[in-house]
């Protein structure tokens, strides 16, 4: 039951999925400089990504939940643990950490037909193996 309360809070709006802080496992610090800064809205996109900040996660997990067309919690949790403890530390500029973010859950949710809002995609262009 409780799960199914999670999943009501990923909200999707007009402009995508919204996340509020209460909607992450982990709890982050808050940067009042980069509040008002730029955030990502999608590449290309340079600028270096602070891991810790919830102004910059906010932003990029909203982003890689809507690429990735999903609104299920636990994916939202999973993101957390990669893009603080397991993405390397080489991965810096937003960019970057976006595709990471998205190839990585990609690949995992390949194998977790369901996870995506409309199921599993193939690539464009791909051939039906079945024929």
Same mark, same amino acid.
């Given at each position: 039951?409780? =799960? #199914?309360?999670?999943? =009501? ?8 999925? /919204? %996340? ?5 496992? !982990? ?12 955030? *990502? ?6 600028? @270096?990504?602070? /891991?810790?900040?919830? !102004? #910059?996660? %906010? ?11 999903? /609104? ?17 530390? *080489?991965?810096?500029? /937003?960019?970057?950490? *976006? ?11 390949? *194998? ?7 199921? @599993?995609?193939?690539?464009?262009? #791909? ?5």
């Amino acid at each position: 039951m409780h =799960q #199914e309360t999670r999943l =009501q809070r990923l909200r999707v709006t007009a402009m995508g999925i /919204r %996340i509020k802080p209460s909607d992450l496992y !982990y709890r982050y610090r808050k940067n009042k400089e980069q509040r008002n800064g730029s955030s *990502f809205t999608g590449k290309p996109d340079s600028h @270096p990504y602070d /891991r810790d900040d919830l !102004y #910059e996660v %906010i932003p990029m997990l909203e982003a890689v939940m809507d690429e990735l067309d999903c /609104r299920d919690a636990d994916v939202l949790h999973r993101l957390e643990e990669l893009a603080g403890d397991e993405m390397p530390k *080489f991965i810096r500029s /937003r960019e970057e950490v *976006f595709d990471f973010l998205v190839n990585v859950m990609r690949d995992a949710l390949a *194998f977790e037909p369901g996870k995506l809002g409309a199921g @599993p995609r193939g690539a464009e262009g #791909e051939a039906d193996p079945e024929g």
